[in-house]
Each structure stands twice: as structure tokens, then as C-alpha cells.
């Protein structure tokens, strides 16, 4: 009896459907294949026979409108607003902009072909405007400690002295005359370097002047320190002191000096060919500093974008020409690439004259463009070659593609973009402007690949997507084959005389083989006579399996791993994996945020050998002093008065004290009023320098110094006055960054207890500027974590209509976030892969603060792109009515080459920054690159099957699903899970 009610329920369920509304991506389908019939075979027989073998394969739409109570039989009875807000819920966006792409093909590849031009024009200047420098957050320490200088001293700050000339003794020179030094007035060594000192100071202000000039004004200006300059006013021991290395046979002139914004890189560079021509034969000089490393980072940077596009993007795109299997195909992918670049550079230009972009930003795009522009291409064309082997026209295998795969697209990359705006929230224009750059690359490539592919598809597609013998054989691939996919019906033999008459019994062998798989349903199709026009019916009905696609399936790895991990031993894989991780998902919490300068510095450039040297010569701390600046203005209290020197006597004491301040272990760090060459000045002696006054007025050179330093470094009002340390390490490395937050935390304790006697004492300088400007990143850091996941829940739950799938998403993506951070604590602070002997990876002891905040959206971004391809497939087969086990293992089966060649893909693009010249791009390309990895051949393709295998019928919850109709083994017909069994 149950077995007779459920045939009876079948039937009539068989009976509505013939008479519902079809969906609407099929209706299209569905009245090509009516009008093929009624042009071949006037008959009603093979009318009927065209709707059962429709009616066998489309039960969703049924389902849903009987759902909605949304029906199509009375429509014309229903009010005039149901009508519109049902036609609105079946509007089909793919169907409007398919054949509007067509008729305007020609139109949309000439409006993204302006683009190269435009981009070539500004895409170098974009180049030109980066930056590696950024201001303090307002409200900082630093911010207000530059605010007592300007304020004081009546000027900005440079900072530091920018530009270090670092001059030593020519190898030629120094075995003919070992004894003769800088500062021996009777060698050749000493005049040469002094007059080359004099002229190019002399040629700076000339520079300067014309700065001036230019601009109307006389805010610029240059101050070239230098031996020779203290000698000529006397003090020749303090400038010794100061400019000439103690164990090595060399001097150094350092220029602190404002400029016009846009030519500090053109008054660096000017200074270096000035340099170049008038270097003396016994002098090696060579120029360094902040700018030099500007100039060389920018360099690096276009040497790593060359490497992409001569070494990672034809790597990729091969890999992409070997999952589609159609070599005609790359031309696509190419166009997109080169059209985004050009418009994302187009676009930034503006961008970067408002404000500061980082110079890592043109790679970070340029790796985006790259990767995301073929990640596209391979979800758009391996489905248009999909729809086209399953026997499609190239109309509507372009709609079918732009509906499912666009779609795909849409939802991963505004995702994407919504990650990358999270950097908003940051209070650095350098980091805000990564975010726009990365935001603008992926609307370029999303606007790009949406519209520039189908166009370039109806204009190629006869040519590119029926490959010819030579082509075919290139990729290793049936001729006439558009993809890797199996072909239902094969194009006739080149032999065959009788083209015709193969087609017809291609046909023929189609509805004889689905015959033989529908069961009752369709016993009685078309003779085979008429087998013509129901195969052209058969082509629209894209997800009809044949048994060579079942066969094919079966014997996929996809297939045999898909039955393992949603089987029960599924769970123990999870634990297995989770146990494996675990262990290096525990060191992300050591993730550290480095300042340390050659983490920024290219590994090979003519200015960091420089600065090496220069710091081996004088010590790393003389490229970043700082200012310890003791302000009275407050109580109007001049610097001249035994309270100031009270104050800064035990400031500068308490600071070096070697067992709490290492970095600052003597009074030699200390240089100023207070503190000179180290010997403390009493506060009777300095008010004795200052009555002998400075110049050769005063013939004693100790008053003279002391004189000559208050000068220089008291305020015009003589309530401010500061004194430069040098730290004995790279003031932004652990212990450099150690000192400031200790010494800033022992000014505050003074102050507090009264100590400073009304004085305002402040650090300014060094790596204050940077210190809290990364502070201020990093406490923003857990909000825009928990926005950015707040976010992803959303988009996703929106997308799926689902609770459970974006917990899914939320949890592997924080898995592979700390499993990279983990695993990159290991390699760069505990050196894991030194074994390897390659610099890219080597032990840095310290993790650069900017890769762990740029790859977060990053990883972010592209676990959800393959995470969405992947549940949207299986969605999609789980609403055309398979069950739960079938729609993963069929959507595991279909989207698993894809997303193991797009994380391929995906790894060489960012991949190759782990070959760039500059150790902070290693670093990010690393934490990216593994996350791919994890995300690709781990996540994606074992952790995700095996969760939805767990959660069954609740993976789309609560998303209302139709009956459980179909199963992937049972190719061309529905049928009933209890009669499956």
C-alpha cells in the first residue's frame, strides 16, 4: 500500500509540474527547444514527449512558487501588484544583460581599451607620488612633542638629518698614505675633503634658493653639518666628536633641510649626481639616509612589479591555459589583466596627490590585479566551456555563465572589497590608502572581467572556442573541445561525408541513453527519427548527468576524497587536522609588530650598503636621534637658570643609568647644554660660556663649544632648549622601542611628583613619530577585526540566506588566519626554515608590524572567494532538488579542479613576492602565500565538505529548500529518494 500511495503521489506530482512555470534561466531554454521542434516536426506526440523530458529534469521553481503561493496558472486573476512584485521576484538580471553585452560588444572593448593609454600616461606618475613617510596621530605623544618644537623654535622639524653623505678613505688612496686622516690638516686626504665639504654646501643652498624662488617664499632651507663646518668656528674637538669615526677612516655630513613636497626625491637625487662628478680620488662618498631609502624602496618595488609581469604572470596564466585546456582562451585573461592594471593606476593617480599611498601599495594592487583577474577568468570560462560541452549555444552558455558564476564574483569580490574598506578605520593614511588601492583593484578587475569577457566571447567565440587541431594538441585536448570537459556531442569527424547524418545519430544515441536512465518517466520519448530537435532541447538541460559524466565523477579524486569526509570517519579527519594545528595556531599570540628599519630596507641597494657601513662606522642609533626637549614656556621659565639645569640634570642622570636604560649606558649618548662630549656642564660654567660668546672673540674652544651649542639648540626666546641623544641601537628595533616606552614612562613619573619643577620634558624624533603612529594602527586592530567578521556574517548570511553557512565561513577563516600567524612566528622569530639558506625566509628575529595588519583582509578576502565558489555551487545543486550528500559531492566534484588551480594560481601570483628585493614583502607574501595553500588544498577541499557533511539538512538553515528529488548517480530523471533505496 505505501509503495502504490507513493507511485500515486509521483504521478500526480508528475502531472502539476508539466504545467508549472519553469525557471526562469530555463524558460529561454525551454521555448528554443519548442521552436526547434515545431521548425523540424510538426507533431504533437514529440511536443509532449519535449515538455516530459523538460518536466523530468526541473522541479525548483515548482516548488518555490507553491512555497510562495505565487502561482502562474491565474495570473492574469491576481491584483495588478502581485503581478509586478512577482515579476520582480523572477527577474532574471542575466537575461537583460546578456544580450546587452552582445549588442554593445564592440563599444564595451573599445571603452576599456581607452583605458591603457591612460594608464601607461598615469600609472608612473602614481609611482612617483609614494611614500614611506606619515605624520603622528593627533593626540600622541609625538604629535605633541613636535607641536612644543614648531611652537618653540618658531619651525618644523626635518625630523632627522634626512640625507647622510658618508665619506671615507678610497681603497687606492689608503695603501699609498695609511697614516693620513680627516682631520690632518697637512695631508691631501684633509684638503680634498674639505673643499669637496665646502662646495657641496655650497651647491645645496643653491638648490634651496632656487626652492625659494620658485615658490615666493623663504620657509626652505638646508643646514649641512659637517667637520669642517664646526672647524671653521672654532670648535674643531666637538665637531671631531660628532662627525669623524673614532676606529675607521671616515666622516660623514649630515643635511637637515625642508623642501617643496614634490622634490625631495629630486633634491636627494640631485645631490647624489652632484656628488658623482665631483668626488675626489682619494675619497669614497656615497649618500644615504631616509630619502636614499624612499628612492631605493620605490625602485625595488618597480623591479618586483617587473618580476610579476615577466616571470609570475605568464607562470599563471599557463597554469590557467592547463586547467581550461584551451590555449585560444588566454587572450582573455590577458585583455582583463592589463585593463585592470591600467584602470585601478588610472584611478589611484588622483588619490595619491590628496594623499600619502605607501609604496608598497602599487605592488600589493598589481599582485591583486593579477590573481584576481585570472581567478575570475577561470570561474567565468571554465563555466562557459562547461555550458558549451554540455551542449549549450554560445548565447545562452554566456547567460548561464553570467548567472552563476558572475554571481560567484559579485558576492566574493564585494566581499572583498567591504574587507579591504575595513582599513578606514585606521588612523594612518599609509594604511587607508592600501585598503583604497586594493578596493580599487578589485572593482577593476570585478567591472572588468563582468563585462570585457562576455564582450570579447561574441565577438572570439567562434574562433576561440572550437579550437582547432594544432591548438587542441597544445593543450592535450579533443578537437574542437572549448574546455576539459567532457563533450555530449561531439562535433562530426572530418571524414565523414554524411555531417548530417552524424548529428542525427549523435542524437539519437543522447535520448536512447537518457531513455535507458529516466526510468518510467521517460520510456516513451521520440523515436529516432525525430531524436534531432529533442537533443537541441537536451543542450539547454545543463545539469541532465549522462552516465559518462557519472562514470567520470565516480572516478575522480573529488569524488572518492567527497565520500570519505562526509562519511562517518569525516569527523575523526576534522579532529586529526584541528590536533595538527593546533600546536601552530598556539604561537600567533607572539605575532610581533617590529619597527626595525632593514625589515623595510631593500636586501640589496646602494643605500643600505651605506647606511651598514655608516652604522658600523658611528653606530645604527646617529640615522633616527632623538630630541629631549625641556619646555619652560609654560611658566616662562628660561633655560638659563639653575632650575633648568636641576631638571635636566636628573632627567639626563636617571636616562643613563646602564641597568635600566642599556640602549643609553652613559653620559657619550647625551649631547647639549647640560651634557657635552660627556662631561656634565655646571650651570656656572655654561652661564661662563655664554658671557664669552662664540667665535674667535672667545679664545677658550671648551667655552666656545658650550656657546655655540646653546646657540644652536635654545629657542629664539630662551625657554626651550633640547638635547640629542644617540642610542647605542637601531632606535627602532625591541630594545630601541624598550628605551622610548621606558624613558617616556620615567618623564611621566617625574612630572607627576613634581620633579620637573614646572618644566614640560619631552621626547621628540627618533622613532617617536613611527612608535605611535603603529600603536594607534594596532589599537584600532580588534575593532576592524571584529567589524570586518561582523561584516563577513552578514554578506555571507545575505547571500546564502543562511545562518549556519557564514559560522562555517567565520570559523575556517579564523583557523587559517592563526595557523598562518602561527606558522610565521615560527619561521621568522624562532627561524624554522633557515635550514633553507634563503634570505626570504630566513630568521629576522622580529616580524615587520605591517604584513600581520595587510594580510589579515587579504586572507580574509580569499578564503571567502573560494569558500562562496565552492557553497554556491553546492547550494545551487541542493536547490535543483539533490539531496544533501549528492549536491556536495557533486559540488565538490565540479568546483574542486577550479579552486586547487585558482589557489595555484593564486600562490604564484603572491608567491612571487617571496622572491622581491625587500624583506616586509617576503614576509607579507609568506603569511598570503601559506594562507592560500591552507586555504586550497586544506580548508576548502577536506574541512568544509566534512562540515556540511555534519550539519545535514541544517547546512542552509534556515533557508526554506525544495524535496529531496534527485541523486547524483541517476542521470536524466528525478527520482524519489525512497525508491533510490
Same mark, same amino acid.
Given at each position: 500500500?505505501?509503495?502504490?500511495?507513493?507511485?500515486?503521489?509521483?504521478?500526480?506530482?508528475?502531472?502539476?509540474?508539466?504545467?508549472?512555470?519553469?525557471?526562469?534561466?530555463?524558460?529561454?531554454?525551454?521555448?528554443?527547444?519548442?521552436?526547434?521542434?515545431?521548425?523540424?516536426?510538426?507533431?504533437?506526440?514529440?511536443?509532449?514527449?519535449?515538455?516530459?523530458?523538460?518536466?523530468?529534469?526541473?522541479?525548483?521553481?515548482?516548488?518555490?512558487?507553491?512555497?510562495?503561493?505565487?502561482?502562474?496558472?491565474?495570473?492574469?486573476?491576481? +491584483?495588478?501588484?502581485?503581478?509586478?512584485?512577482?515579476?520582480?521576484?523572477?527577474?532574471? *538580471?542575466?537575461?537583460?544583460?546578456?544580450?546587452?553585452?552582445?549588442?554593445?560588444?564592440?563599444?564595451?572593448?573599445?571603452?576599456?581599451?581607452?583605458?591603457? #593609454?591612460?594608464?601607461?600616461? @598615469?600609472?608612473?606618475?602614481?609611482?612617483?607620488?609614494?611614500?614611506?613617510?606619515?605624520?603622528?596621530?593627533?593626540?600622541?605623544?609625538?604629535?605633541?612633542?613636535?607641536?612644543?618644537?614648531?611652537?618653540?623654535?618658531?619651525?618644523?622639524?626635518?625630523?632627522?638629518?634626512?640625507?647622510?653623505?658618508? *665619506?671615507?678613505?678610497?681603497?687606492?688612496?689608503?695603501?699609498? !698614505?695609511?697614516?693620513?686622516?680627516?682631520?690632518?690638516?697637512?695631508?691631501?686626504?684633509?684638503?680634498?675633503?674639505?673643499? $669637496?665639504?665646502?662646495?657641496?654646501?655650497?651647491?645645496?643652498?643653491?638648490?634651496?634658493?632656487?626652492?625659494?624662488?620658485?615658490?615666493?617664499?623663504?620657509?626652505? @632651507?638646508?643646514?649641512?653639518?659637517?667637520?669642517?663646518?664646526?672647524?671653521?668656528?672654532?670648535?674643531?674637538?666637538?665637531?671631531?666628536?660628532?662627525?669623524?669615526?673614532?676606529?675607521? +677612516?671616515?666622516?660623514?655630513?649630515?643635511?637637515? @633641510?625642508?623642501?617643496?613636497?614634490?622634490?625631495?626625491?629630486?633634491?636627494?637625487?640631485?645631490?647624489?649626481?652632484?656628488?658623482?662628478? %665631483?668626488?675626489?680620488?682619494?675619497?669614497?662618498?656615497? =649618500?644615504?639616509?631616509?630619502?636614499?631609502?624612499?628612492?631605493?624602496?620605490?625602485?625595488?618595488?618597480?623591479?618586483?612589479?617587473?618580476?610579476?609581469?615577466?616571470?609570475?604572470?605568464?607562470?599563471?596564466?599557463?597554469?590557467?591555459?592547463?586547467?581550461?585546456?584551451?590555449?585560444?582562451?588566454?587572450?582573455?585573461?590577458?585583455?582583463?589583466?592589463?585593463?585592470?592594471?591600467?584602470?585601478?593606476?588610472?584611478?589611484?593617480?588622483?588619490?595619491?596627490?590628496?594623499?600619502?599611498?605607501?609604496?608598497?601599495?602599487?605592488?600589493?594592487?598589481?599582485?591583486?590585479?593579477?590573481?584576481?583577474?585570472?581567478?575570475?577568468?577561470?570561474?567565468?570560462?571554465?563555466?562557459?566551456?562547461?555550458?558549451?560541452?554540455?551542449?549549450?549555444?554560445?548565447?545562452?552558455?554566456?547567460?548561464?555563465?553570467?548567472?552563476?558564476?558572475?554571481?560567484?564574483?559579485?558576492?566574493?569580490?564585494?566581499?572583498?572589497?567591504?574587507?579591504?574598506?575595513?582599513?578606514?578605520?585606521?588612523?594612518?593614511?599609509?594604511?587607508?590608502?592600501?585598503?583604497?588601492?586594493?578596493?580599487? &583593484?578589485?572593482?577593476?578587475?570585478?567591472?572588468?572581467?563582468?563585462?570585457?569577457?562576455?564582450?570579447?566571447?561574441?565577438?572570439?567565440?567562434?574562433?576561440?572556442?572550437? #579550437?582547432?587541431?594544432?591548438?587542441?594538441?597544445?593543450?592535450?585536448?579533443?578537437?574542437?573541445?572549448?574546455?576539459?570537459?567532457?563533450?555530449? $556531442?561531439?562535433?562530426?569527424?572530418?571524414?565523414?561525408? %554524411?555531417?548530417?547524418?552524424?548529428?542525427?545519430?549523435?542524437?539519437?544515441?543522447?535520448?536512447?541513453?537518457?531513455?535507458? %536512465?529516466?526510468?518510467?518517466?521517460?520510456?516513451?520519448?521520440?523515436?529516432?527519427?525525430?531524436?534531432?530537435?529533442?537533443?537541441?532541447?537536451?543542450?539547454?538541460?545543463?545539469?541532465?548527468?549522462?552516465?559518462?559524466?557519472?562514470?567520470?565523477?565516480?572516478?575522480?579524486?573529488?569524488?572518492?576524497?567527497?565520500?570519505?569526509?562526509?562519511?562517518?570517519?569525516?569527523?575523526?579527519?576534522?579532529?586529526?587536522?584541528?590536533?595538527?594545528?593546533?600546536?601552530?595556531?598556539?604561537?600567533?599570540?607572539?605575532?610581533?609588530?617590529?619597527?626595525?628599519?632593514?625589515?623595510?630596507?631593500?636586501?640589496?641597494?646602494?643605500?643600505?650598503?651605506?647606511?651598514?657601513? @655608516?652604522?658600523?662606522?658611528?653606530?645604527?642609533?646617529?640615522?633616527?636621534?632623538?630630541?629631549?626637549?625641556?619646555?619652560?614656556?609654560?611658566? !616662562?621659565?628660561?633655560?638659563?637658570?639653575?632650575?633648568?639645569?636641576?631638571?635636566?640634570?636628573?632627567?639626563?642622570?636617571?636616562?643613563?643609568?646602564?641597568? /635600566?636604560?642599556?640602549?643609553?649606558?652613559?653620559?657619550? &649618548? $647625551?649631547?647639549?647644554?647640560?651634557?657635552?662630549?660627556?662631561?656634565?656642564?655646571?650651570?656656572?660654567?655654561?652661564?661662563?660660556?655664554?658671557?664669552?660668546?662664540?667665535?674667535?672673540?672667545?679664545?677658550?674652544?671648551?667655552?666656545?663649544?658650550?656657546?655655540?651649542?646653546?646657540?644652536?639648540?635654545?629657542?629664539?626666546?630662551?625657554?626651550?632648549?633640547?638635547?640629542?641623544?644617540?642610542?647605542?641601537?637601531?632606535?627602532?628595533?625591541?630594545?630601541?622601542?624598550?628605551?622610548?616606552?621606558?624613558?617616556?614612562?620615567? =618623564?611621566?613619573?617625574?612630572? /607627576?611628583?613634581?620633579?620637573?619643577?614646572?618644566?614640560?620634558?619631552?621626547?621628540?624624533?627618533?622613532?617617536?613619530?613611527?612608535?605611535?603612529?603603529?600603536?594607534?594602527?594596532?589599537?584600532?586592530?580588534?575593532?576592524?577585526?571584529?567589524?570586518?567578521?561582523?561584516?563577513?556574517?552578514? =554578506?555571507?548570511?545575505?547571500?546564502?540566506?543562511?545562518? %549556519?553557512?557564514?559560522?562555517?565561513?567565520?570559523?575556517?577563516?579564523?583557523?587559517?588566519?592563526?595557523?598562518?600567524?602561527?606558522?610565521?612566528?615560527?619561521?621568522?622569530?624562532?627561524?624554522?626554515?633557515?635550514? =633553507?639558506?634563503?634570505?626570504?625566509? /630566513?630568521?629576522?628575529?622580529?616580524?615587520?608590524?605591517? +604584513?600581520?595588519?595587510?594580510?589579515?583582509?587579504?586572507?580574509?578576502?580569499?578564503?571567502?572567494?573560494?569558500?562562496?565558489?565552492?557553497?554556491?555551487?553546492?547550494?545551487?545543486?541542493?536547490?535543483?532538488?539533490?539531496?544533501?550528500?549528492?549536491?556536495?559531492?557533486?559540488?565538490?566534484?565540479?568546483?574542486?579542479?577550479?579552486?586547487?588551480?585558482?589557489?595555484?594560481?593564486? &600562490?604564484?601570483?603572491?608567491?612571487?613576492?617571496?622572491?622581491?628585493?625587500?624583506?616586509?614583502?617576503?614576509?607579507?607574501?609568506?603569511?598570503?602565500?601559506?594562507?592560500?595553500?591552507?586555504?586550497? $588544498?586544506?580548508?576548502?577541499?577536506?574541512?568544509?565538505?566534512?562540515?556540511?557533511?555534519?550539519?545535514?539538512?541544517?547546512?542552509?538553515?534556515?533557508?526554506?529548500?525544495?524535496?529531496?528529488?534527485?541523486?547524483?548517480?541517476?542521470?536524466?530523471?528525478?527520482?524519489?529518494?525512497?525508491?533510490?533505496?
Amino acid at each position: 500500500t505505501s509503495s502504490e500511495t507513493n507511485n500515486n503521489t509521483h504521478a500526480s506530482e508528475t502531472t502539476t509540474s508539466m504545467s508549472e512555470p519553469l525557471l526562469p534561466v530555463e524558460e529561454a531554454g525551454k521555448e528554443s527547444a519548442a521552436s526547434t521542434t515545431t521548425d523540424l516536426v510538426q507533431d504533437d506526440a514529440l511536443s509532449q514527449a519535449s515538455d516530459t523530458l523538460y518536466m523530468a529534469t526541473s522541479t525548483s521553481q515548482s516548488y518555490y512558487n507553491a512555497a510562495d503561493g505565487t502561482t502562474s496558472h491565474n495570473e492574469d486573476n491576481n +491584483p495588478y501588484w502581485k503581478k509586478v512584485w512577482h515579476d520582480a521576484q523572477n527577474f532574471n *538580471v542575466s537575461k537583460w544583460y546578456t544580450p546587452m553585452c552582445n549588442k554593445y560588444r564592440w563599444y564595451i572593448v573599445a571603452f576599456w581599451i581607452m583605458f591603457w #593609454p591612460l594608464g601607461i600616461t @598615469y600609472y608612473p606618475k602614481f609611482l612617483e607620488l609614494t611614500d614611506t613617510q606619515f605624520d603622528a596621530p593627533s593626540g600622541s605623544l609625538a604629535a605633541n612633542a613636535t607641536d612644543v618644537y614648531t611652537e618653540a623654535y618658531e619651525k618644523s622639524d626635518s625630523m632627522q638629518p634626512e640625507i647622510l653623505v658618508y *665619506v671615507e678613505v678610497s681603497e687606492e688612496y689608503h695603501a699609498v !698614505n695609511p697614516q693620513d686622516t680627516f682631520t690632518d690638516r697637512t695631508s691631501q686626504l684633509y684638503s680634498d675633503a674639505k673643499n $669637496f665639504t665646502e662646495y657641496f654646501d655650497a651647491y645645496a643652498q643653491s638648490l634651496i634658493a632656487e626652492y625659494n624662488e620658485d615658490d615666493d617664499t623663504d620657509e626652505y @632651507y638646508a643646514t649641512v653639518g659637517s667637520y669642517y663646518l664646526y672647524e671653521s668656528i672654532g670648535i674643531p674637538n666637538y665637531g671631531a666628536d660628532q662627525f669623524v669615526a673614532a676606529d675607521v +677612516p671616515s666622516t660623514y655630513i649630515g643635511i637637515a @633641510y625642508a623642501s617643496p613636497d614634490g622634490k625631495r626625491e629630486d633634491f636627494n637625487s640631485d645631490l647624489e649626481d652632484w656628488i658623482d662628478e %665631483n668626488e675626489p680620488a682619494s675619497c669614497r662618498i656615497r =649618500l644615504t639616509g631616509i630619502t636614499a631609502f624612499t628612492t631605493a624602496t620605490r625602485e625595488s618595488s618597480e623591479d618586483d612589479m617587473a618580476l610579476m609581469d615577466h616571470v609570475v604572470l605568464p607562470l599563471s596564466l599557463l597554469a590557467l591555459a592547463a586547467i581550461l585546456g584551451n590555449l585560444s582562451l588566454m587572450l582573455v585573461p590577458v585583455l582583463c589583466i592589463i585593463t585592470a592594471i591600467c584602470t585601478a593606476g588610472t584611478l589611484m593617480y588622483p588619490v595619491a596627490q590628496s594623499v600619502s599611498v605607501t609604496q608598497f601599495t602599487p605592488s600589493i594592487m598589481m599582485s591583486i590585479s593579477i590573481a584576481m583577474s585570472i581567478d575570475y577568468s577561470l570561474f567565468l570560462l571554465s563555466r562557459l566551456t562547461e555550458n558549451l560541452a554540455f551542449g549549450a549555444d554560445l548565447d545562452y552558455a554566456i547567460e548561464n555563465m553570467l548567472e552563476h558564476a558572475g554571481h560567484t564574483i559579485i558576492a566574493s569580490g564585494t566581499t572583498l572589497i567591504v574587507c579591504f574598506m575595513g582599513y578606514a578605520l585606521f588612523p594612518m593614511d599609509l594604511i587607508r590608502t592600501v585598503g583604497y588601492g586594493a578596493t580599487i &583593484a578589485i572593482m577593476s578587475c570585478l567591472m572588468v572581467n563582468l563585462s570585457l569577457t562576455p564582450a570579447v566571447m561574441f565577438i572570439t567565440g567562434e574562433y576561440f572556442l572550437k #579550437p582547432g587541431k594544432t591548438m587542441s594538441m597544445l593543450c592535450c585536448n579533443q578537437v574542437g573541445n572549448p574546455g576539459r570537459y567532457r563533450m555530449r $556531442f561531439p562535433p562530426a569527424s572530418e571524414d565523414d561525408d %554524411n555531417d548530417e547524418q552524424a548529428a542525427d545519430e549523435a542524437a539519437g544515441e543522447e535520448v536512447e541513453d537518457l531513455n535507458e %536512465n529516466s526510468g518510467a518517466l521517460t520510456e516513451s520519448l521520440l523515436p529516432k527519427e525525430k531524436a534531432k530537435a529533442v537533443a537541441a532541447a537536451v543542450h539547454y538541460d545543463l545539469d541532465v548527468d549522462t552516465p559518462e559524466d557519472i562514470e567520470d565523477m565516480r572516478n575522480s579524486i573529488w569524488y572518492k576524497s567527497g565520500r570519505f569526509l562526509i562519511g562517518p570517519k569525516g569527523i575523526y579527519a576534522l579532529i586529526g587536522l584541528c590536533l595538527i594545528m593546533a600546536p601552530v595556531c598556539y604561537f600567533w599570540i607572539e605575532t610581533g609588530k617590529s619597527l626595525a628599519f632593514d625589515l623595510f630596507l631593500p636586501k640589496q641597494s646602494d643605500a643600505g650598503d651605506t647606511f651598514d657601513d @655608516y652604522a658600523d662606522a658611528f653606530g645604527e642609533g646617529y640615522l633616527a636621534p632623538y630630541k629631549l626637549i625641556f619646555d619652560g614656556r609654560e611658566t !616662562n621659565t628660561s633655560v638659563n637658570t639653575q632650575e633648568c639645569f636641576d631638571v635636566m640634570d636628573t632627567v639626563i642622570q636617571a636616562l643613563s643609568d646602564a641597568g /635600566k636604560f642599556p640602549a643609553t649606558p652613559s653620559l657619550e &649618548a $647625551f649631547d647639549g647644554i647640560h651634557t657635552i662630549s660627556g662631561e656634565v656642564i655646571g650651570y656656572g660654567q655654561y652661564m661662563d660660556a655664554l658671557s664669552c660668546g662664540i667665535g674667535y672673540q672667545c679664545v677658550n674652544e671648551s667655552k666656545r663649544t658650550i656657546a655655540t651649542v646653546a646657540a644652536a639648540q635654545n629657542s629664539p626666546e630662551g625657554t626651550t632648549t633640547y638635547t640629542t641623544v644617540i642610542l647605542n641601537t637601531d632606535p627602532y628595533d625591541g630594545d630601541g622601542i624598550k628605551w622610548l616606552d621606558d624613558a617616556r614612562d620615567l =618623564l611621566d613619573d617625574f612630572g /607627576k611628583s613634581g620633579q620637573l619643577q614646572g618644566f614640560q620634558v619631552v621626547l621628540q624624533n627618533g622613532a617617536t613619530v613611527t612608535h605611535d603612529a603603529i600603536d594607534d594602527v594596532y589599537n584600532c586592530f580588534p575593532m576592524m577585526i571584529g567589524v570586518t567578521l561582523v561584516v563577513v556574517f552578514v =554578506l555571507v548570511g545575505a547571500f546564502f540566506r543562511s545562518v %549556519n553557512a557564514p559560522l562555517r565561513s567565520v570559523f575556517t577563516i579564523g583557523l587559517t588566519l592563526m595557523f598562518v600567524y602561527g606558522l610565521a612566528v615560527l619561521v621568522y622569530q624562532y627561524g624554522w626554515l633557515e635550514w =633553507l639558506n634563503w634570505s626570504s625566509v /630566513k630568521n629576522t628575529g622580529e616580524i615587520a608590524w605591517l +604584513p600581520p595588519i595587510m594580510s589579515f583582509s587579504i586572507i580574509v578576502g580569499l578564503g571567502l572567494d573560494y569558500d562562496i565558489f565552492l557553497a554556491s555551487r553546492v547550494l545551487e545543486l541542493r536547490l535543483e532538488g539533490y539531496d544533501e550528500q549528492s549536491s556536495i559531492l557533486k559540488g565538490l566534484y565540479k568546483t574542486g579542479g577550479i579552486i586547487t588551480a585558482a589557489g595555484t594560481i593564486m &600562490a604564484i601570483a603572491f608567491g612571487g613576492l617571496l622572491l622581491g628585493g625587500e624583506v616586509l614583502l617576503n614576509q607579507l607574501a609568506f603569511y598570503i602565500f601559506i594562507a592560500v595553500l591552507m586555504d586550497t $588544498f586544506v580548508v576548502r577541499t577536506i574541512m568544509v565538505p566534512i562540515l556540511m557533511g555534519l550539519s545535514h539538512q541544517y547546512t542552509w538553515w534556515p533557508q526554506k529548500l525544495p524535496p529531496e528529488t534527485k541523486s547524483w548517480d541517476q542521470c536524466g530523471t528525478m527520482v524519489h529518494l525512497g525508491e533510490m533505496n
